[in-house]
């Protein structure tokens, strides 16, 4: 299921995930159709806020997955302003020298666009996940935005599989240690690993996944157009003041960046 779902007891863990998903959205596109540095550093403040103000998400939970995100970006900021087409930058002021390379401020100007970018879109996402349960929203969607069923109680049983399977691998390394078998050495004794644990993954998967499909067959799953729910999905106000409060706090946004000049211009970047 959701690896990133914390769940806690805060206003965004009560929301309708779609409300959510409602607000989300069009902020998203629009930092995406974004060319200047300042709005999507905005837009991060204003999703940062949101997400320990409003989502009660813990410090700790936040940086374990916002580490290697980070990590990531540096990484492309350090190498974007070297790789950057020429025609893009030529005869723009020189910020310095690295032995052949020529490093020009705009090149360094549009590697901080891009990544700042590129985060945003990233914390608007993870405020998302963070605060809302997979099983949550698939059964939303189903409800509500009537998706299809079965695909997604499908997908539903499907996304199960994956901490099911993380416990068997847990198991089979267990067992692996107590026959003295070493983990220890280079690519081959790690070929040689994969394959121990790739057929009794395997094997286990299989007997799951056909456990499943009798039972969903026992229950009739798919023989009606409509069925019944236990917990059911609405739009409550809250969810309505929600999408709206985050909707106009973005437009004020916006516009304070549109008023003071640093709004830029709205396209796909072709500088990527």
Request: charged fraction near 15%.
């Amino acid at each position: 299921m959701n690896t990133y779902y914390q769940p806690t007891n805060s206003l965004l863990h009560r929301l309708n995930p779609l409300s959510k998903l409602t607000a989300f959205v069009p902020p998203l596109i629009f930092v995406a159709l974004t060319n200047d540095a300042w709005v999507p550093l905005a837009f991060i403040l204003l999703t940062l806020c949101v997400t320990f103000m409003l989502g009660r998400v813990s410090l700790k939970r936040f940086m374990s997955v916002n580490g290697p995100i980070l990590l990531m970006l540096i990484g492309f900021l350090i190498f974007y302003p070297i790789a950057i087409r020429p025609e893009l930058v030529v005869g723009t002021p020189v910020l310095f020298h690295l032995g052949p390379l020529t490093v020009y401020r705009n090149a360094v100007f549009y590697g901080f666009s891009v990544v700042l970018r590129a985060y945003a879109l990233c914390l608007i996402s993870l405020c998302f996940s963070f605060t809302t349960d997979a099983s949550d929203f698939i059964r939303a969607l189903v409800q509500q935005w009537r998706f299809p069923y079965k695909l997604g109680y499908g997908a539903l049983a499907a996304f199960r599989f994956v901490p099911l399977l993380q416990s068997e691998l847990r198991l089979i390394q267990a067992a692996h240690k107590v026959r003295g078998i070493s983990d220890q050495g280079g690519v081959r004794t790690f070929y040689q690993r994969l394959r121990r644990y790739a057929v009794p993954l395997l094997a286990t998967a299989i007997r799951r996944a056909e456990r499943t499909a009798l039972a969903m067959d026992g229950r009739a799953f798919g023989a009606f157009a409509r069925r019944t729910y236990f917990k059911r999905f609405r739009f409550q106000t809250r969810d309505y003041l929600f999408v709206l409060g985050f909707w106009l706090l973005c437009t004020l946004l916006i516009v304070l960046c549109w008023r003071a000049g640093l709004l830029g211009t709205l396209s796909w970047d072709k500088t990527v």
